[in-house]
């Protein structure tokens, strides 16, 4: 993610930056032993308790290993082809539980009495067909600030709920493509695909993402991912699998949807990479809602379409309407430019640090 003007990176971000752009050119290579973090905050002049937390970004996103009594070790390989060691463990982790993290209510009905005190009769008028101007514009600017995605609000379609936007994704792709899912995953994902006539293959998992050997025999040309722990089984794909599903994506006419579902709420100090973000290929579609960060009734998500695919999505699909009332974008739109939005994300991680602290946390090396 860009750094904004004027601001300062904390040191933490600083050296995980660092390391982390050394794993990807090869300083280190995988299986390398990375110096102990007392060694790396001499070498950096930094605290231990930093040098810890870089630690516990890698490992979050799959760039390290930590080996009881061992050390850290480099987990990533960044080479162009298939990993199938990336896939060789097959643990699945626990689903982690969040609990009650719904909005707070009364910031919710302060910011629509605000919205219909501003903008009055004009929430009676019919938005635009993939979504309100403002919202897509607040939207466009969130995902730059939290996620690193940079995209045109051009790009962006807003929809009711994650499951209208698959059959959109369906009815612009084609239903003559193979679609393949995770292997368990959220179920109306297959269900959806299915409905509209498409074909769909589910992939096994393992610990770190699609099992390598099922993706290189799969058939598909659309790749439906949830990177960021995957629902029902909480696997989140590490940095070498990411990779891996970029280079699965090369061929021609394969598409990738990313569905970044409940990602806000990780408890690192940092936001994960997004497959999106990191492909050069311009054939990623991601995808996000509000039903979990504010609640299931707000029936919000939205789209993010490659450039090359808005000409043929607004040639084929132009003439739909959007399906989320014109109210409820200028809500959005409005906590998300007032930093409601990004504040209650902060709260309920702090609340979640604290919990997994509370349950033992992780362990050191």
């Not at 794909?237 to 990602?263: C, G, M, P, T, V």
């Not at 100090?269 to 999106?276: E, L, N, R």
């Not at 902060?346 to 979640?352: T, V, W």
């Given at each position: 993610?860009?750094?904004?003007?004027?601001?300062?990176?904390?040191?933490?971000?600083?050296?995980?930056?660092?390391?982390?752009?050394?794993?990807?050119?090869?300083?280190?290579?995988?299986?390398?032993?990375?110096?102990?973090?007392?060694?790396?905050?001499?070498?950096?002049?930094?605290?231990?308790?930093?040098?810890?937390?870089?630690?516990?970004?890698?490992?979050?996103?799959?760039?390290?290993?930590?080996?009881?009594?061992?050390?850290?070790?480099?987990?990533?390989?960044?080479?162009?082809?298939?990993?199938?060691s990336?896939?060789?463990r097959?643990?699945?982790?626990?689903?982690?539980?969040?609990?009650?993290?719904?909005?707070?209510?009364?910031?919710?009905?302060?910011?629509?009495?605000?919205?219909?005190?501003?903008?009055?009769?004009?929430?009676?008028?019919?938005?635009?067909?993939?979504?309100?101007?403002?919202?897509?514009?607040?939207?466009?600017?969130?995902?730059?600030?939290?996620?690193?995605?940079?995209?045109?609000?051009?790009?962006?379609?807003?929809?009711?709920?994650?499951?209208?936007?698959?059959?959109?994704?369906?009815?612009?792709?084609?239903?003559?493509?193979?679609?393949?899912?995770?292997?368990?995953?959220?179920?109306?994902?297959?269900?959806v695909?299915?409905?509209?006539?498409?074909?769909?293959?589910?992939?096994?998992?393992?610990?770190?993402?699609?099992?390598?050997?099922?993706?290189?025999?799969?058939?598909a040309?659309?790749?439906?991912?949830?990177?960021?722990?995957s629902?029902?089984?909480?696997?989140?794909?590490?940095?070498?699998?990411?990779?891996?599903?970029?280079?699965?994506?090369?061929?021609?006419?394969?598409?990738?949807?990313?569905?970044?579902?409940?990602?806000e709420?990780?408890?690192?100090?940092?936001?994960?990479?997004?497959?999106?973000?990191l492909?050069?290929?311009?054939?990623?579609?991601?995808?996000?809602?509000?039903?979990?960060?504010?609640?299931?009734?707000?029936?919000?998500?939205f789209?993010?379409?490659?450039?090359?695919?808005?000409?043929?999505?607004?040639?084929?699909?132009?003439?739909?309407?959007?399906t989320?009332?014109?109210?409820?974008?200028?809500?959005?739109?409005?906590?998300?430019?007032?930093?409601?939005?990004?504040?209650?994300?902060?709260?309920?991680?702090?609340?979640?640090?604290?919990?997994?602290?509370?349950?033992?946390?992780?362990?050191n090396?």
């Open positions: 993610m860009k750094k904004e003007k004027g601001t300062k990176k904390p040191k933490y971000m600083v050296l995980y930056d660092r390391l982390r752009q050394n794993i990807i050119d090869g300083v280190y290579k995988s299986g390398d032993r990375l110096p102990s973090k007392r060694v790396l905050a001499d070498r950096y002049s930094v605290s231990v308790i930093t040098a810890e937390r870089v630690y516990e970004l890698l490992i979050a996103e799959g760039y390290v290993t930590a080996r009881e009594k061992s050390g850290y070790f480099c987990e990533y390989t960044g080479d162009d082809r298939f990993l199938s990336v896939s060789s097959e643990t699945i982790p626990e689903k982690a539980d969040y609990g009650n993290i719904s909005f707070p209510f009364s910031l919710y009905a302060k910011t629509v009495r605000k919205v219909l005190s501003d903008y009055g009769e004009s929430i009676f008028s019919k938005g635009g067909g993939t979504g309100t101007d403002v919202l897509r514009k607040e939207l466009a600017a969130y995902l730059m600030r939290s996620r690193g995605i940079s995209t045109s609000p051009d790009c962006i379609v807003v929809g009711a709920g994650a499951e209208y936007l698959y059959g959109l994704i369906v009815e612009l792709l084609g239903r003559d493509k193979i679609y393949a899912a995770e292997d368990p995953s959220y179920e109306k994902i297959e269900q695909y299915k409905a509209m006539g498409a074909g769909c293959e589910m992939l096994p998992l393992g610990n770190s993402g699609i099992k390598s050997a099922a993706l290189k025999k799969t058939g040309q659309v790749l439906h991912i949830t990177p960021y722990r629902f029902p089984s909480g696997v989140t794909a590490s940095a070498s699998k990411r990779l891996e599903y970029i280079i699965w994506s090369k061929q021609k006419n394969r598409y990738i949807i990313e569905d970044d579902f409940e990602s709420f990780t408890v690192t100090g940092k936001i994960y990479d997004t497959v999106y973000s492909s050069p290929c311009d054939n990623v579609i991601y995808i996000n809602t509000f039903s979990r960060t504010i609640s299931p009734s707000v029936r919000t998500a789209m993010v379409l490659p450039e090359r695919l808005m000409e043929r999505f607004k040639e084929n699909l132009g003439f739909y309407s959007c989320v009332p014109t109210l409820e974008q200028y809500a959005l739109a409005q906590l998300l430019s007032s930093g409601e939005f990004e504040r209650h994300i902060n709260r309920r991680r702090r609340e979640l640090r604290l919990k997994q602290k509370a349950k033992g946390g992780n362990s090396v």
